[in-house]
C-alpha cells in the first residue's frame, strides 16, 4: 500500500498564494516522478507540473512562472508553491506518483486532492 495525501488548499483571495502538500507513505517503494494536476469543474483534468527523480522540472505553460514544484526526499514529499493565484486557477488539485515496489513493479498513484478557490 503506497498512499499520497495531499494539504495546502483552501480559500484564496487573487493575487495571493498557497502551498500545497503530497505526502507518501507505505511499505517499502521508491518513487521517480512525481507530478501536480488539477482538474477545475466541467474540465478535463490538466498536467499542472512535473518533478522527476533527478530533480529536473517542467511546468504547463498556463502556470509557468508563477507556480515552483519541489521534493523533499527525506520527508517523502512534494510541494506546489502557487504565486499570483487568478480565478482561473480554481480547481481540485491531485498529487500523481510513478512507483516501483519489487513485489510489483511499476504502478501509478493518486491522493484524493486538495480544493484551491481563487475569488474576492
Known amino acids: 500500500q503506497v498512499q499520497l495525501v495531499e494539504s495546502g488548499g483552501g480559500l484564496v483571495q487573487p493575487g495571493g498564494s498557497l502551498r500545497l502538500s503530497c505526502v507518501a507513505s507505505?511499505?517499502?517503494?521508491?518513487?521517480?516522478?512525481m507530478r501536480w494536476y488539477r482538474q477545475a469543474p466541467g474540465k478535463e483534468r490538466e498536467l499542472v507540473a512535473r518533478?522527476?527523480?533527478?530533480?529536473?522540472?517542467s511546468y504547463g505553460d498556463f502556470v509557468k512562472g508563477r507556480f515552483t514544484i519541489s521534493r523533499d526526499s527525506a520527508k517523502n514529499t512534494v510541494y506546489l508553491q502557487m504565486n499570483n493565484l487568478k480565478p482561473e486557477d480554481t480547481a481540485v488539485y491531485y498529487c500523481?506518483?510513478?512507483?516501483?515496489?519489487?513485489?510489483?513493479?511499476?504502478?501509478?498513484?493518486w491522493g484524493q486532492g486538495t480544493p484551491v478557490s481563487v475569488s474576492s
Open positions: 507505505g511499505v517499502s517503494f521508491s518513487i521517480n516522478t
Open positions: 500523481n506518483a510513478n512507483v516501483y515496489k519489487a513485489s510489483i513493479g511499476s504502478f501509478e498513484t
Open positions: 518533478i522527476i527523480g533527478g530533480g529536473s522540472t
